[in-house]
């Protein structure tokens, strides 16, 4: 077996069994339900909210310190948060609990940072595109296997919304020794040279030449200096971000579409609830299996298209997926019958997969080497700021305090507004384009009107 596949699926691997979470898709009502004296309107004022800051304060040290610590620490570290996460929710009932809970689940979610920019840091870059795709295909697989589990569980009444959790926190204790996985001792000296240089703050090109074969690597001596790391940290921001265009485009529609994604999947089960209050059809479990089930599909393919095509025509395909998921996301803010409901999220998620993954492997394929975590983390970063932006002004007491309903409205409208960011752009550089192909055409035309002249006049 090759050596990038074999690290592919060996990620891929961990990557399941970490989305292997079947208490997920009912966590509103385990929250809210007969274990606790918890209301859904505390789960929305005053327990979701700090996930979102949580999750926000603690990347920002996640994504400056993951290629430096190297991916698999960050990696490990995660599985230990979540065995503390799922243990706090099985044997605590107060609010203050709770809250302790969304932080250190904020921390969980942060981390995957690690995850995702991990495999950048072990194959070449003409495989980028294509293990983006199976690496979060593999996510998606595993959030679709725990949601059906979850569901055959749940309507067969063979298990609890409480007990749900023993599975999740079991398969959370097994990724602890899953993430300790070592890779072969070559790639292991390789890594950790590397570490050792950017830590020290100085490029570790040098050390990206050794091929995959040397046997021994030299790992230098070098004292770690802030100053020298900090300047390192600025030169890969500025080499991303004002250098080059094709970053900016896709990271901020990454960011900004990362934003509105997450705040939809944490209150789309408010919404459910307040659609359904009688609980008639709860099949939240089905509804998020077939999106990951089609997420991951849609990942996959998305590893195979063409990425030529996707970044020349990049503004417009942004500002169409921007648009179809504002209308979706409107349309279930008006809804009142459950299933168009399931089945406009499921639509709304897997358009988002598709361009998540496109999104992810245009902009790694642009970054230096040892830049993986800091601007795929900046990103992150940006898009939980928006989020917070979002809670505060849609959710807060100190904003609009809208329900369920309206909050989704103000989403749909928010990703109608993202669209129109990239119309703009879009629009003008059709323009353009248009103007200098006419004007490249009119000299081609005037010298063919020329010729058709003195061939008429030889003639005569």
């Avoid at 870059?125 to 996510?139: F, I, P």
């Avoid at 296997?145 to 063979?158: D, N, P, R």
């Avoid at 079991?170 to 390789?190: H, K, M, R």
């Avoid at 063409?306 to 409107?330: D, K």
Wanted: hydrophobic fraction near 45%; aromatic fraction near 14%; glycine fraction near 6%.
């Amino acid at each position: 077996m090759q050596e990038w596949l074999k690290i592919s699926l060996m990620l891929c691997t961990f990557g399941f069994f970490r989305e292997m979470r079947p208490s997920e898709p009912f966590v509103t009502e385990f929250l809210s339900g007969e274990w606790r004296d918890i209301t859904t309107e505390q789960l929305n004022r005053e327990v979701y909210p700090i996930g979102t800051y949580s999750y926000l304060a603690v990347l920002i040290v996640v994504f400056l310190v993951t290629d430096m610590l190297r991916y698999k620490i960050i990696i490990i570290f995660s599985a230990c948060i979540g065995v503390a996460l799922w243990s706090l929710m099985l044997w605590t009932t107060s609010l203050a609990a709770l809250q302790v809970i969304q932080v250190l689940y904020g921390t969980y979610m942060a981390a995957e940072v690690a995850y995702y920019t991990y495999i950048y840091a072990k194959i070449d870059r003409d495989k980028y595109q294509q293990v983006t795709g199976n690496t979060r295909a593999a996510v998606l697989s595993g959030r679709f296997l725990a949601s059906v589990i979850g569901q055959a569980l749940v309507s067969t009444k063979a298990m609890d919304l409480r007990q749900l959790n023993y599975i999740t926190l079991g398969v959370s204790s097994s990724q602890i020794a899953d993430g300790d996985n070592p890779v072969d001792e070559t790639n292991a000296n390789l890594s950790q040279a590397r570490s050792n240089t950017v830590a020290s703050g100085m490029h570790p090109e040098s050390l990206n030449d050794r091929s995959p074969g040397t046997a021994n690597v030299t790992v230098p001596k070098t004292r770690f200096s802030c100053h020298r790391a900090g300047r390192l940290l600025w030169a890969h921001f500025t080499a991303a971000y004002l250098r080059n265009m094709t970053v900016v485009q896709w990271s901020l529609w990454w960011s900004l579409a990362m934003a509105g994604f997450i705040q939809v999947q944490i209150y789309v089960q408010l919404l459910w609830h307040e659609i359904d209050q009688d609980q008639e059809y709860l099949y939240n479990g089905g509804a998020e299996a077939l999106l990951t089930l089609f997420g991951a599909i849609s990942a996959i393919a998305a590893g195979y298209v063409a990425n030529r095509i996707f970044e020349q025509w990049a503004l417009w395909i942004l500002t169409l997926c921007s648009a179809l998921q504002g209308g979706l996301i409107l349309y279930s803010g008006f809804s009142t019958n459950i299933w168009a409901a399931y089945v406009v999220y499921i639509l709304f998620g897997v358009l988002y997969m598709f361009m998540i993954t496109m999104a992810s492997a245009t902009v790694a394929k642009y970054l230096e080497e040892d830049s993986f975590g800091l601007i795929f983390g900046i990103n992150t970063f940006i898009a939980l700021a928006f989020q917070s932006i979002l809670t505060v002004v849609v959710i807060s007491e100190s904003g609009l305090m809208l329900s369920p309903r309206d909050q989704f409205k103000v989403y749909g409208g928010y990703f109608l507004a993202l669209a129109l960011v990239y119309f703009i752009p879009a629009s003008i550089s059709s323009v353009r384009y248009c103007r200098r192909q006419t004007t490249e055409a009119e000299p081609q035309m005037a010298e063919g009107r020329e010729v058709k002249e003195e061939s008429d006049f030889t003639r005569f």
